[in-house]
């Protein structure tokens, strides 16, 4: 008697033919069989590397029984805005923003079966941490990521849980406002820092009503004018821009044109 085997991995009916012959030479009849190798559907699976607050999406052991032809990520940021990647390793996967994401993820075989859709969760907090007292020991305080806004205020203005877009214009607001801090002992640049401050309070403005942007900018002046050095950078900075000319805007359609204050 004898034995032999085969390896069939490719999904897909195989036919198979079989005769044998003796010592003399002699063909016996052929034998035709049908083996048929199912086609699974492949199964999904990635992992989420965190280094620092940079976040890669790894989706390479992903499986099939014979082979992943596609990967399809979607990540929803905590704004419910929607990105999709096509790729089985996303290197950068932008996950920037404070709150829950959530990250799908399915994939397609060659033969064009899809898994089932997987999801995880990651919540992502980016906020610096409390600096404490020592945050109120110097005059510029502590801004341990370099973004410009200290990190108190920082946690303050993620504390209001606003709408993002408003979140980051109160930050921009609180750089303009803390240059002037920082520039007070500098005649013509604290002048400038006032005229910029001044400016996009009118940005603000168009982006809620006016005593929600003269409630929420006042609370920001209040969280960075918290110490006597840096309330009286504040005066100095008054006593600076004092005499200048102020030219206000009264129509309302012209405000957002002040969000590029910089301009």
Known sequence: MANFSIDLQKPGIWKLQLWVSDNEGALSNSTLVDIEIPDFSPIASFEIIKNENHYTLNASNSSDDYKVEAYHF????????????????????????????????????????????????????????????????????????????RDDVERYIASLSLDENITQALKEFSRINQDGILNAAVREDSIQSTYDKLSYEYCLRSKMSDEEAQTLSNAIIKQQHNTKERVLAWVRSQHNFAGEIVVTVNDRNEFNEYCDYKN
């Open 74 to 149: 979607k990540l929803t940021s905590p704004a419910a805005e929607v990105t999709s990647f096509d790729t089985q390793i996303v290197s950068d996967a932008g996950i920037d923003l404070d709150g829950k994401w959530q990250i799908d993820l399915y994939v397609t075989d060659n033969a064009g079966n899809i898994s089932e859709t997987i999801s995880k969760e990651i919540t992502v907090d980016l906020l610096p941490p409390d600096p404490g007292e020592q945050n109120d020991q110097t005059l510029a305080g502590i801004d341990s990521d370099n973004d410009g806004v």
